[in-house]
């Protein structure tokens, strides 16, 4: 039968009303977008974030600019910088500002880079999350969302990832890392009844995108008339997920106080590499220079999110179409960088990465 074990979960109403929320990697693409939005309606949000060289540094402070400038009051964002795992930084943090909700954004994400150097991900992705879950019990956080990822679903057989599904085959250093965070919260919700929601990230995408992400290179090889890589013959599909979209899945998971829960939110839909070149073209208006590349190591044929329990438990649906998504940051590409020909004001990332993860 289709039978899920979520369908019988009781629905959580949403809690409505003020929160101050610790956004960690607060400066980085998710967290930065997710913060912008809790600032909007309201929220206080504060953000720690050690700024780290992953990508242009750049692009993260004035990720915090933007923020700041934006809500210049004394306490609406307020803005820590350091490592996560610094526990006397964190005890600092917590008994500062209090914080009673948490969206921990904060990880080394990358795929490939996982392979080259998998101590960063112990420490920046399972040593910070086990330290803020041990925090989160001691000053009593009423909620802990982070982010996971689908890369968990690594060596998963099936075409349609569900979270039903058993999975324990990552297949990359990161997609340990994400999974031993899983389990490790679930270990904190039976210790101490800690509610914690894991969310597993497909793909994201939109204004303010990773650089090491296939969705920005793309756009900015072609724009700049730039060879880009493609790996493997373009029948690879992935589900891309537009960043509003994941904006609003992590605050719908930040309003209600699941016990313990792992939602996908994707955009419940693949698209091939092949279409996504063919609309990336067609929305920046030129063509793209290809070099054809084996598939790497680490990386997964498909990915497709079910996304059916997110919709069920958290009201949560994927409004962006996939092309509206690239029109988007294909025009926010542009007026960000100014690509006058040749001429882009772009650092060169060293770091090839996988599109999952
Ligand atoms: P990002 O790299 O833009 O943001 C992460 C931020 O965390 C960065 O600003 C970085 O400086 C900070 N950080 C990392 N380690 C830290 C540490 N030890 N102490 C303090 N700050 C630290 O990445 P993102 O795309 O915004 O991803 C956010 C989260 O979502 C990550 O957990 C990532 O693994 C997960 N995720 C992202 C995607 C995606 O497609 N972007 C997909 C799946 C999962």
């Known amino acids: 039968t289709n039978h899920k074990s979520w369908m019988d979960s009781e629905i959580i109403e949403p809690h409505v009303g003020y ?86 954004m904060a990880a080394r994400a990358g795929v490939r880079p996982s392979i080259q150097d998998p101590f960063i991900y112990i420490h920046s992705n399972i040593t910070a999350t086990t330290l803020l879950m041990e925090l989160s019990h001691k000053y009593g956080v009423e909620n802990f969302v982070f982010a996971s990822s689908s890369s968990v679903y690594g060596g998963s057989k099936s075409a349609f990832f569900s979270e039903d599904e058993v999975v324990d085959y990552p297949v990359s250093p990161y997609a340990a890392s994400k999974k031993t965070c ?25 204004p303010g995108g990773r650089p090491d992400m ?27 997920t537009y960043i509003d979209d994941i904006v609003d899945g992590v605050i719908r998971s930040i309003d209600r106080q699941h016990n313990y829960e792992v939602f996908n939110l994707g955009k419940g839909e693949g698209t091939s590499l092949k279409k996504f070149i063919g609309l990336v073209q067609k929305h920046v208006g030129k063509k793209a220079i290809i070099e054809l590349l084996p598939d790497q190591p680490g990386d997964v044929p498909y990915t497709c999110a079910d996304v059916a329990k997110a919709k069920h438990m958290l009201g949560y649906t994927s409004l962006i179409p996939f092309e509206e998504g690239i029109r988007r940051t294909a025009e926010w590409y542009k007026k960000t960088y100014a690509v006058d020909d040749n001429e882009a004001e772009i650092v ?7 599109p999952v993860s």
């Not at 969705?215 to 890589?229: A, H, L, T, Y």
């Not at 060169?348 to 996988?354: H, K, L, T, W, Y």
């Open 214 to 240: 296939a969705p920005f290179k793309f756009i900015d090889r072609v724009s700049r008339g730039v060879e880009m890589q493609q790996y493997g013959d373009g029948s690879s599909s992935r589900d891309y």
């Open 19 to 104: 929160k101050k929320v610790l956004v960690t990697g607060g400066a980085g693409f998710i967290g930065s977008h997710v913060a912008e939005e809790l600032l909007a309606r309201g929220d206080d949000v504060v953000i720690i974030d050690e700024i780290n060289d992953y990508y242009d540094v750049r692009i993260k402070e004035s990720n915090l600019k933007q923020l700041q400038d934006a809500y210049p009051e004394k306490g609406r964002v307020t803005i820590y910088r350091g490592d996560i795992c610094d526990r006397d930084l964190m005890e600092k943090i917590f008994m500062n500002e209090n914080p009673k909700w948490i969206c921990h």
């Open 348 to 354: 060169e990332q060293e770091i090839i990465r996988s």
């Open 182 to 206: 899983e389990l490790l919260a679930y270990t904190y919700h039976h210790l101490y009844q800690l509610n914690v929601t894991g969310l597993r990230f497909f793909t994201v995408y939109g």
